[in-house]
T-cell receptor
Framework: GEDVEQSLFLSVREGDSSVINCTYT??????LYWYKQEPGAGLQLLTY?????DMKQDQRLTVLLNKKDKHLSLRIADTQTGDSAIYFC???????????FGKGTMLLVSP | ETGVTQSPTHLIKTRGQQVTLRCSSQ?????VSWYQQALGQGPQFIFQ???????GRGNFPPRFSGLQFPNYSSELNVNALELDDSALYLC???????????FGPGTRLLVL
């Protein structure tokens, strides 16, 4: 079945850039998403990219998609302590419109 | 704020009991999806409702069932609760199939 893999933990200093990586297996994915989850909360949509694009920029966020390698990354510029959270990569297949999530990457931003 | 609301926020039940969780979708959305998120894991798809019909189901047993109402709000029912059902249950709504899903704050269920 479909699978989404992420590294589990990333630690950066405030002001640095953060890059969170994700790989997926479903070659029929239509959209790929990044969600943010703060402790005890639901999922906040950060950004998404359509599978025929290779880059999308939205303020401090840059999403890169390498469809050949099935690799997705999220770059956060000028990372702030408020960016500390768990980040989930999710892919949406062309069949059902369900989302398949990775296990999440915990981002810790230190002052 | 996404406009998706869930109730209750927290719930404690004992093994064997039944539970009903509720979700109100964002205005203009006709599709609701339910996910289970166990501690330290990513959300797992339970099922999806589109215009009051089930439109897909993940790998969950039949004791997980749902409904969608004419106003597109939805319920998730779980019978014969097991300890492993303890999790955060997330509801997401979207404007239609293959549209972006917006999540509610979740219901945290603890089964003792």
């Amino acid at each position: 079945g479909e699978d989404v893999e992420q590294s589990l933990f990333l630690s950066v200093r405030e002001g640095d850039s953060s890059v969170i990586n994700c790989t997926y297996t479903d070659s029929s994915s239509t959209y790929l998403y990044w969600y943010k989850q703060e402790p005890g909360a639901g999922l906040q949509l950060l950004t998404y990219i359509f599978s025929n694009m290779d880059m999308k920029q939205d303020q401090r966020l840059t999403v890169l998609l390498n469809k050949k390698d099935k690799h997705l990354s999220l770059r956060i510029a000028d990372t702030q302590t408020g960016d500390s959270a768990i980040y989930f990569c999710a892919e949406q297949g062309s069949g059902y419109s369900t989302l398949t999530f990775g296990k999440g990457t915990m981002l810790l931003v230190s002052p | 704020e996404t406009g998706v609301t869930q109730s209750p926020t927290h719930l404690i039940k004992t093994r064997g009991q039944q539970v009903t969780l509720r979700c109100s979708s964002q205005s203009g959305h006709n599709t609701v999806s339910w996910y289970q998120q166990a501690l330290g894991q990513g959300p797992q798809f339970i099922f999806q409702y589109y215009r009051e019909e089930e439109n897909g189901r993940g790998n969950f047993p039949p004791r997980f069932s749902g409904l969608q109402f004419p106003n597109y709000s939805s319920e998730l029912n779980v019978n014969a609760l097991e300890l492993d059902d303890s999790a955060l249950y997330l509801c997401a709504s979207s404007r239609g199939l293959q549209e972006t899903q917006y999540f509610g704050p979740g219901t945290r269920l603890l089964v003792l």
